[in-house]
């Protein structure tokens, strides 16, 4: 395996949630999510940042992320504690989760820097094919509006299941995340990334960013 998608223990890391909720609630998810659990996490030792994210296409309309220092946080007591003693609040949301994807990522920092408005995301399909990110970043950093890329491969002992998943069968493909200042220049990106990869367009994703909470932030 090439050494940029080694995945040890000392790599950054990224919780990678993906999920529909039940329309009926989606009030009081968001409510939840700006209110206590995004702070919640950001707060856990480790952990750098966390990242909301919406689209108004697609069957999971919802993104969060989180980073970490490195995948030690996800077995420190601190995240373990938070993990096995969810509120009432949270156990309340989680069921009513759709089709969630949780993931635990180790990040590979592609090119760029930056956080944008939006996010173009591109499932890869399979590690031989995320090693190739490198040799289009060119390309795609040459679009007008992107800012950085970066792969995330699932790290699968770490990545247990939300409810709304099943365990069997599961589908644990690395994300290619183009971060850009505006929708239609990481749609752009996404696309270009699935043309050099022969990767099927409409497999593609762009969301807008919701909010950005750092957990240095928290501390003050």
Same mark, same amino acid.
């Given at each position: #395996?090439?050494?940029?998608?080694?995945?040890?223990?000392?790599?950054?890391?990224?919780?990678f949630i993906?999920?529909?909720?039940?329309?009926?609630?989606?009030?009081?998810?968001?409510?939840?999510?700006?209110r206590?659990? #995004?702070?919640?996490?950001?707060?856990?030792?480790? *952990?750098?940042?966390?990242?909301?994210?919406?689209? !108004?296409?697609?069957? +999971?309309?919802?993104?969060?992320l989180?980073?970490?220092?490195?995948?030690?946080?996800?077995?420190?007591?601190?995240?373990?504690?938070? *993990?096995?003693h969810?509120?009432p609040?949270?156990?309340?949301?989680?069921? !009513? &989760? +759709?089709?969630?994807? !949780? +993931?635990? &990522?180790?990040?590979? %920092?592609?090119?760029?820097?930056?956080?944008?408005? =939006?996010?173009? &995301?591109?499932?890869?399909?399979?590690?031989?094919?995320?090693?190739?990110?490198?040799?289009?970043?060119?390309?795609?950093?040459?679009?007008e509006?992107?800012?950085? %890329? +970066?792969?995330?491969?699932?790290?699968p002992?770490?990545?247990?299941?939300?409810?709304?998943?099943p365990?069997?069968?599961?589908?644990?493909? $690395?994300?290619?995340?183009?971060?850009?200042?505006?929708?239609?220049? =990481? =749609?752009? @990106?996404?696309?270009?990334? @699935?043309?050099? %990869?022969?990767? $099927?367009?409409?497999?593609?994703?762009?969301?807008?960013?919701?909010?950005?909470?750092?957990?240095?932030d928290? =501390?003050?």
């Amino acid at each position: #395996m090439d050494n940029h998608l080694r995945q040890d223990r000392d790599a950054m890391g990224e919780l990678f949630i993906w999920t529909d909720i039940d329309p009926a609630h989606e009030q009081d998810f968001n409510l939840w999510y700006d209110r206590e659990h #995004m702070a919640e996490r950001a707060r856990i030792p480790g *952990f750098a940042w966390a990242r909301r994210y919406h689209t !108004r296409n697609g069957e +999971r309309p919802y993104l969060a992320l989180y980073r970490t220092e490195s995948l030690h946080t996800f077995g420190t007591e601190a995240y373990q504690q938070a *993990f096995q003693h969810q509120t009432p609040w949270s156990i309340q949301n989680f069921a !009513r &989760m +759709r089709n969630t994807n !949780r +993931r635990v &990522m180790v990040v590979t %920092l592609v090119a760029g820097v930056g956080t944008g408005g =939006a996010l173009g &995301m591109v499932p890869l399909g399979g590690t031989a094919t995320a090693e190739k990110a490198f040799a289009i970043a060119n390309t795609v950093m040459s679009i007008e509006g992107v800012l950085a %890329l +970066r792969v995330l491969t699932p790290e699968p002992s770490l990545s247990t299941p939300l409810p709304s998943e099943p365990a069997e069968g599961r589908k644990l493909e $690395p994300m290619l995340l183009v971060d850009a200042t505006n929708e239609p220049a =990481a =749609a752009a @990106a996404a696309r270009a990334v @699935a043309a050099e %990869l022969n990767l $099927p367009a409409a497999q593609t994703h762009t969301f807008n960013l919701l909010w950005d909470l750092r957990s240095a932030d928290l =501390a003050t």
